[in-house]
């Protein structure tokens, strides 16, 4: 069960990052199986394409998963397996927001770059300018 909120995970990722194997894919696919048909966590997690939507759908595979360990009886002996899976998750979701927010100060110092880089060679986006010479972008 792990592996499927894993497994949806590694489904939206391979789309985000655009560079992985297809047999990759392909694999995880059959890791979730019929799982990515009904609608719910794992599929709104595999077809994120994007950190807040990933986000949003390992808040609620994690909150899932929780009621269902509220709901197990303390002598299942699954409930061990049902707790770790809730860590799993939790940590995963630490994880993706620590990433995204790591993206998110990258985003913002490019932009801080291109300021520079306009503080540097003022005009440079006027594209009659000669300072923005062929080579422009």
Known sequence: ???HEIAALR?????????????ELTHEI???GPL????GPLRRLSEARDFAAIRRAL???ASELEARVTAMST??????YHRALVVTVRGVLRDVERTAAQLERFYLDIEDTHDLLHEVFPGSDDPGSDEAGPEHV
């Open 1 to 3: 069960m792990a592996c």
């Open 11 to 23: 489904i939206s990722l391979h789309t985000l990052l655009g560079t992985r194997p297809a047999a």
């Open 30 to 32: 059959a890791e979730v």
């Open 36 to 39: 990515l048909e009904v609608d």
């Open 59 to 61: 808040e609620a595979s």
């Open 75 to 80: 002598d299942d002996p699954l409930l061990g």
